[in-house]
């Protein structure tokens, strides 16, 4: 009954080719991010959207893009991934106006 | 701002002992917080959260204190288990009515049987 799903959960990827990770959730609500987070850090804001309102942290390299086409749907675009990109990617979800955060499992990308 | 660190801090408990772990956040606007714990390769499971208004918040072997004079927020886990062992992570809702939720530094729980 998993309620914020992210595919794949494993990602290789060369180096400089684009990659596209997916959230979905269950839930309705109406707040998505995408966290990444890196071996033994928390969890670095890159991005969040309020409905279709896009959110970016002032510190996201322009090399990271997201899109939500729905309520349902976020997706992370790299566009030409590096080495340092390698990490785990985390989505995330709430409800404005109510507490608490669903987070997904994540997807470890891996850069070759 | 953001603390992203690049060495957790550890913290090494006997089964059976209570554990404190320790966090300070950096936003004195923050109105919400949460305790997330974190096993190894999955995403962050959700322990327990306080509000602003709020000094002190129990759960099921848990208690979270907010001192927000200081700016701290600390997790105390009861009569520890090895099911525990994870790393231990605070965040606060930094952004008020945008819901940005950021992260403190994680701390590593062992449990030693």
């Known amino acids: 009954d998993a309620m914020v799903i992210q595919n794949p959960r494993y990602q290789v990827t060369q180096f400089g080719k684009p990659v596209t990770l997916s959230c979905s959730q269950t839930?309705?609500?109406?707040?998505m991010y995408w966290y990444q987070q890196k071996s033994s850090q928390a969890p670095k804001l890159l991005f969040h959207?309020?409905?279709?309102?896009?959110?970016n942290e002032a510190d996201t390299p322009d090399n990271f893009q997201s899109r939500r086409p729905n309520t349902s749907f976020c997706f992370l675009d790299i566009r030409s991934p590096g080495l340092g990109d390698a990490a785990m990617y985390l989505c995330?979800?709430?409800?404005?106006?109510?507490?608490?955060?669903?987070f997904g499992s994540g997807t470890r990308l891996t850069v070759v | 701002g953001e603390s992203v660190g690049l060495h957790l801090p550890t913290l090494s408990v006997q089964e059976g002992d209570n554990s404190i772990i320790n966090c300070a956040y950096s936003?004195?606007?923050?109105?919400?917080f949460i305790w997330y714990k974190q096993e190894s390769g999955k995403g962050p499971q959700f322990i327990i959260d306080?509000?602003?208004?709020?000094d002190k918040r129990q759960g099921q072997r848990v208690t979270v204190l907010l001192n927000k004079t200081v700016k701290h927020l600390s997790l105390q886990i009861a009569a520890t288990q090895p099911g525990d062992s994870a790393v231990y992570f605070c965040?606060?809702?930094?952004?008020?009515?945008?819901?940005?939720?950021?992260f403190g530094k994680g701390t590593l729980l062992t449990v030693n049987p």
């Open positions: 995330a979800t709430t409800q404005r106006g109510a507490y608490g955060y669903t």
């Open positions: 839930l309705n609500h109406n707040v």
């Open positions: 959207y309020y409905d279709k309102d896009f959110n």
């Open positions: 936003n004195s606007a923050s109105d919400y």
């Open positions: 306080i509000r602003s208004n709020m």
């Open positions: 965040a606060e809702n930094s952004g008020g009515s945008n819901y940005k939720l950021t």
